[in-house]
Nanobody
Framework: QVQLVESGGGLVQPGGSLRLSCIASGLSFIRYSMTWYRQAPGKERELVAGIAAAGGTIKYADSVKGRFTISRDNAKSTVSLQMNSLKPEDTAVYYC?????????WGQGTQVTVSS
């Protein structure tokens, strides 16, 4: 059974930082590209950052470039998202997703709230 479990969300003041983690189990993690998405209330889910299976290709949404950093540890089957200089508009539920060919899995999400 494949599971993706996100953690690290919470309430943070504007300008603060959070580090999200997603631990995968039940799959051959090294084969999967990993992506972070987010969904704010009343909005569509959007891509935040993605990293290829081999870790070579990384992409970011324009809105988070220079503030967020995605990384992966294949030995620990974990993908992380370091979020710095957080803004109120970063408030959303953050999800990780694993993709390999036609296979795709989602985590349950973790809430990030940026507010003073």
């Amino acid at each position: 059974q494949v599971q993706l479990v996100e953690s690290g969300g919470g309430l943070v003041q504007p300008g603060g930082s959070l580090r999200l983690s997603c631990i995968a189990s039940g799959l051959s993690f090294i084969r999967y590209s990993m992506t972070w998405y987010r969904q704010a209330p009343g909005k569509e889910r959007e891509l935040v950052a993605g990293i290829a299976a081999a870790g070579g290709t990384i992409k970011y949404a324009d809105s988070v470039k220079g503030r967020f950093t995605i990384s992966r540890d294949n030995a620990k089957s974990t993908v992380s998202l370091q979020m710095n200089s957080l803004k109120p508009e970063d408030t959303a539920v953050y999800y990780c997703r694993a993709d390999y060919g036609s296979l795709s899995y989602w985590g349950q999400g973790t809430q990030v709230t940026v507010s003073s």
